[in-house]
């Protein structure tokens, strides 16, 4: 049974350059890439973090949890972790986690297709690729795939 109000959800594919972010909700199940932050020798850029959850006021974040393939955790696993606890606490809001292996992969595949087959004119940047793993990270949560409970 389909919910009755729509939770908006923010997504982030977490990385030590750039923090992809997608947008989406849980009665459309659709996800889009929203932007991506910058990660600096400063840190991560929380203010542009916390001016997303202005504009969106999600109910609900979700951080994608490095994996192998094997669904043991990645070496950046422990930094996504922390992350995931600092983003839940700032925000104040519930932070669920799923399995993000190889959303990047599939995000760059997907992007550098859409640009041979002329659907996309603008080249296919970093910042493209993190936004889109972002996105394919939440639909796979609003489906149901991959969640891991903490």
Do not use: K
Request: aromatic share 4%; hydrophobic share 45%; proline share 4%.
């Amino acid at each position: 049974m389909p919910e009755a109000r729509a939770r908006v959800v923010l997504a982030f594919d977490f990385g030590l350059r750039r923090i992809g972010v997608a947008c989406g909700d849980t009665v459309s199940n659709a996800a889009a890439p929203a932007t991506a932050i910058q990660v600096t020798e400063r840190g991560i850029d929380w203010s542009a973090i916390e001016r997303l959850l202005q504009r969106y006021q999600p109910d609900l974040l979700v951080v994608g949890s490095p994996r192998h393939a094997d669904g043991s955790p990645s070496a950046l696993g422990e930094l996504a972790d922390h992350f995931a606890a600092t983003l839940g606490a700032r925000a104040g809001r519930p932070v669920q986690r799923t399995d993000e292996f190889a959303s990047s992969i599939e995000a760059a595949a997907e992007l550098r297709s859409q640009r041979a087959s002329g659907q996309r004119r603008r080249r296919v940047q970093h910042a493209d690729i993190d936004s889109a793993a972002a996105a394919i990270i939440l639909e796979r949560w609003l489906r149901g795939e991959g969640r891991i409970d903490d």
